[in-house]
């Protein structure tokens, strides 16, 4: 029988290949003037708009009003946003290609023995979102390439401009294995001379802390909340790592684990806001204030609450998201459900590409408990965000447990079995968990956002 681990690798190193071949110009679209971004930016849109027309029953109808011959940045208005609830509800009329369907997306996932590729090339992963609401998504060939060139292309200009470096080790901490697209974006060797090493994000930490350490890594890419943490040990002198460069992602990067990053190593930070539904929408470069939007690749708008964009120093109430390599899958005006704020003026690496401030988001917190054992959200997440019966949930910290609503029709007892293993290794032996199923679960009355995780009074 064929290892599909195996099969998967012998791809994977082609498309590897093919991600190292496509940053030499990636980079070097780092420093092109605005004005050829944006005329690059136009006729990629373009491109896009033509092929979802013809090949979207759910983009055409909602292009009638544009023609994609002719349509810039300005004429986008014209377009409805697009919704969480239509990229999963309308799955089947957005998707491009003829051979695949929900059904057939969601038994890759159900069969799946480790990552895959499928007919043409196409990766197909799910995630618990941002907002818990469960989420299936294909990727094809030449989108992640993109993506990956887009998620290194800043760090690999940074070290090309701090000189030559013998060989590296990239210690990768996400999410270890399927469906999660996260770690085959971030594991991704940049040059002949990179070794990398993937260390489950969400396994106890002195797992991470002892695999890291073992790994002695030159670079760290992974979830800021476990690299803030790694650091704040290296200070306290229970690791001895040094890295050169850091890369955070999946979660806000707050003030303290940038703090603690810094005090540890005083290496750049580039830290990254993206989304399995467009990719990577900006990246810190590791110099100036902010993050870099992916400007040749993606479309911000900043709007207000009838989804008409606001000036740049006008205050926003959602941003949506154009990204212009998904064409199996495209989203086009999608609603983030992030708010940003764009930095004036020009960044000190030379770099053309605009600015954000780095992005405030949701942060996912820890649940700390009476007794000392603190359980990262990512054990919950990893077994609520990946079930297919779940739409979405919410977990309520109790003093020796947690209350888990969710909307959906899962099998209630092995849920609750597999959160009880999921968190007992971070020392809460036999938890108190209950999950009750619900019809739906209440969010912000003004902001219409859902809280995942709701931590006790501290």
Known sequence: MSDPKAAYERLRGAHLAAVRAALEDHVARADWPLERIERYRTQRLRSLLAFARERSPFHAARLTTVDPATATVEDLVRIPPMLKSDAQDRWDAIVTAPRVDRAGAEAVLASQQWFSYGPDGLQVFSSGGSTGVRGVYVWDWDQFVTLACLAWRWQVRGARRSGPSGPSVLGVLEAGGPPHASTPLFDVATDDAMRTVVIPAAAPFDEVRAAVADARPTQLVGYASVIGRLAREVTAGRLDVAPTRVS???????????????????????????????????????????????????????????????????????????????????????????????LPGPCPCGSAMPRVASIAGRRDDDFHYPTGATVPAAAFRYVLGTDPAIAEYQVRQTPDGAEVLVVGTPDVDAVTAALVTSVAPHGLADAAIRVETVGRIPRHAATGKLRRFVALPG
Do not use: K
Not at 268 to 290: D, K, M, R
Not at 310 to 337: I, K, M, N, Q, S
């Open 248 to 342: 955070t992602n999946s979660e806000p990067l707050s003030d303290e684990d940038r703090d603690a990053i810094t005090a540890a190593w005083g290496v750049p930070v580039h830290n990254l806001w993206g989304s399995t539904e467009i990719g990577v929408q900006a990246v810190g470069c590791g110099e100036g204030e902010g993050l870099h939007i992916c400007a040749d690749e993606v479309i911000l708008e900043r709007v207000d609450a009838d989804g008409h964009p606001v000036g740049p120093d006008e205050p926003a109430v959602r941003t949506l998201a154009t990204g212009l390599a998904g064409r199996t899958f495209p989203f086009l005006r999608y609603d983030l459900g992030d708010e940003v704020t764009l």
